[in-house]
């Protein structure tokens, strides 16, 4: 009985410190700012390579209120080492193309932290499509 009101505890205990992340990262006016030197984003749809985390349908339905149709894509020439991307020529990280709006580009770059942990820079596909990607700074 112990054990079990030991792991209920740990359980509860990781799940609460799962939200408050979230709602950290997601939703607190405290966790981001947006640094004033990055230009603002012109109304639009965007295309955005994602390859980690964001390639799950609750992470996006968290971070920018949608899971969207997402499409399977290919980025060329880059590798992934942990949480970014790194140069090499000879190989190619799978991932997974969003198409999202310019508020939910702002969503995306806050989940992202861009400019304080990533930037957003464009590449181009295995099919030739230009998207953003961010990469760690």
Known sequence: MRVLRY?????IGTMLIAAGYLWWVLLSPFGYDRPADLPAIPSGEYQVFVYGTLTHAPVRWLVYGRTGSPEAASLPGFRKRELDLVEDRN??????????DAEELADLDRYERLGH???RVR???????????????
């Not at 190989?91 to 999202?100: A, C, H, I, K, Y």
């Open 7 to 11: 792991a209920l505890g740990s359980t």
């Open 91 to 100: 190989q190619r990280v799978d991932g997974m193309v969003l198409r999202v």
């Open 117 to 119: 942990r990533y930037e």
């Open 123 to 137: 590449v181009k596909l295995d099919n030739g499509a230009q998207a953003w990607v961010y990469r760690r700074l």
